[in-house]
């Protein structure tokens, strides 16, 4: 098909040209998600709390024909997640995509939490998408070229969880918040999006879904009757940042094979 001449332009997802900050970028469900942006054409900037677990992805993604790099950073740490947003401007010129994807989960009943079990994941998963995006969005809003921020959120903010009531609640504070700050900096052409993904299989998962009584009661609540997968996920997050979700924000997509229906 000749695209000049369809009637409308056509949504890319090209990515080249942009640079695209991933937290969390060296295991599951983020390194899916750092992968896939250098695909589609962005420079990549990802995070671990470990400098060499940063290294070895950035590096198999140059190998690759891809551009990244890794910055050691633990996202407890607003200063650190300050600094991360300085030291990508000073390594690519600026930013045009973020995707807080760090998170953590503390797995008692609330019973037994305790204010570091609180702490801990409040300030991973929510403190920190929080001053991410707002670092983020004030150079996006001096480049004035607007941009996209994607915040991984989970389908425990949208329903009730058995021993995950901190992680719920952080995960459902950012859904808000993502409304939030979509208001404050559309007027910048700055898309906020929050990505609510189901059960995906990663590593850190693979052991439970090694017991067959586990995967049959969970499956038994999933319309799909099957489990995500990591390119999946990564596969919305690159829609959510390219132009081909332009029209999109304050938005939280639901990608759970169908869990959340029932």
């Known amino acids: ?37 250098a695909y589609f054409g962005a420079k990549v900037v990802l ?13 198999e993604i140059n190998e690759a024909g891809g551009e990244a790099i890794g910055i050691q950073t633990d996202v407890q740490s607003t200063q650190q997640v300050n600094a991360l947003i300085e030291k990508t401007v ?26 570091d079990d609180y702490n801990n994941v409040m300030d991973s998963n929510l403190r920190s998408v929080y001053f991410g995006c707002q670092a983020a969005a004030k150079q996006m809003i001096s480049q004035g070229r607007g941009g996209s921020i994607i915040n991984i959120a989970s389908i425990g903010g949208l329903k009730g969880s058995n021993a995950l009531s901190t992680y719920g609640a ?8 993502t409304k939030d700050f979509a208001i404050e900096w559309g007027r910048y052409n700055i898309r906020v999006n929050a990505l609510c993904p189901g059960y995906v299989k ?61």
Do not use: W
């Not at 000073?90 to 503390?106: C, S």
């Not at 952080?170 to 918040?177: D, E, P």
């Not at 390119?231 to 869990?259: C, K, N, Q, R, Y």
């Open 1 to 37: 098909m000749d695209i000049n001449k369809l009637p409308f332009e056509m949504p890319s997802y090209d990515l080249t040209g942009k640079v695209a900050v991933v937290t969390g970028g060296t295991k599951g469900i983020g390194y899916g998600i750092a992968v896939t942006l």
């Open 47 to 59: 995070t671990s709390r470990h400098q060499d677990d940063c290294d070895k992805v950035a590096a």
């Open 90 to 115: 000073e390594a690519y010129g600026g930013i045009d995509i973020l995707v807080n994807n760090a998170g953590m989960a503390v797995t008692k009943f609330a019973v037994d939490i305790t204010e």
């Open 170 to 177: 952080s995960k459902a504070a950012v859904i808000n918040l």
């Open 202 to 262: 990663t590593a850190m998962n693979m052991e439970a879904l090694q017991d067959p009584a586990y995967v049959k009661r969970t499956l038994k609540s999933i319309p799909l009757k099957r489990f995500g997968e990591i390119s999946e996920v990564a596969s919305i997050v690159a829609f959510l940042a390219s132009d081909a979700s332009s029209i999109m924000t304050g938005t939280a997509v639901v990608a759970d094979m169908g869990a959340t229906l029932e």
